[in-house]
């Protein structure tokens, strides 16, 4: 893909994700507001069973994010730009043909191409309830 062409979707990819994360921390705390309200002591106990958890916390930052609808957006926008990285974005996962400009205007982050796609979501409607 043209240089200009992968700046402009790095750019979208990059605003969509600002907004996304922007919007996560609203949601994370009123969560932390919640529970801090709940608990009597003086540290929240969200914070003690972070560090109960022994896990890295931007390790935990992530899943956390990743565990909401937004946060497997920013997980999708995430690995669209190291395809950004990488120069393998706009080239369909599966079948590795280009995605179409219309396609990725509307969905920057997409990973497949139309075809590939639908084809994808009809073997899942087929096997019933699937990821
Ligand atoms: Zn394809």
């Given at each position: 893909m043209?240089k200009?062409?992968l700046?402009?979707?790095?750019?979208?990819?990059?605003?969509?994700?600002?907004?996304?994360?922007?919007?996560?921390?609203?949601?994370?705390?009123?969560?932390?507001?919640?529970?801090?309200?709940?608990?009597?002591?003086?540290?929240?106990?969200?914070?003690?069973?972070?560090?109960?958890?022994?896990?890295?916390?931007?390790?935990?930052?992530?899943?956390?994010?990743?565990?909401?609808?937004?946060?497997?957006?920013?997980?999708?926008?995430?690995?669209?730009?190291e395809r950004i990285e990488e120069g393998t974005y706009g080239r369909?996962?599966?079948?590795?043909?280009?995605?179409?400009?219309?396609?990725?205007?509307?969905?920057?982050?997409?990973?497949?191409?139309?075809?590939?796609?639908?084809?994808?979501?009809?073997?899942?409607?087929?096997?019933?309830?699937?990821?």
């Amino acid at each position: 893909m043209e240089k200009t062409k992968l700046e402009k979707y790095k750019k979208i990819l990059l605003q969509k994700r600002k907004e996304l994360v922007e919007h996560m921390e609203v949601i994370k705390d009123s969560d932390m507001q919640q529970t801090t309200k709940e608990s009597s002591g003086d540290h929240s106990s969200y914070a003690f069973h972070m560090a109960d958890q022994g896990t890295d916390n931007m390790e935990r930052e992530k899943s956390f994010f990743y565990a909401q609808r937004d946060g497997r957006l920013i997980y999708h926008i995430d690995k669209a730009l190291e395809r950004i990285e990488e120069g393998t974005y706009g080239r369909c996962h599966s079948c590795n043909e280009y995605i179409s400009d219309a396609r990725l205007e509307a969905v920057p982050h997409a990973r497949m191409c139309i075809a590939c796609k639908s084809a994808e979501e009809q073997k899942k409607a087929a096997n019933g309830r699937g990821g």
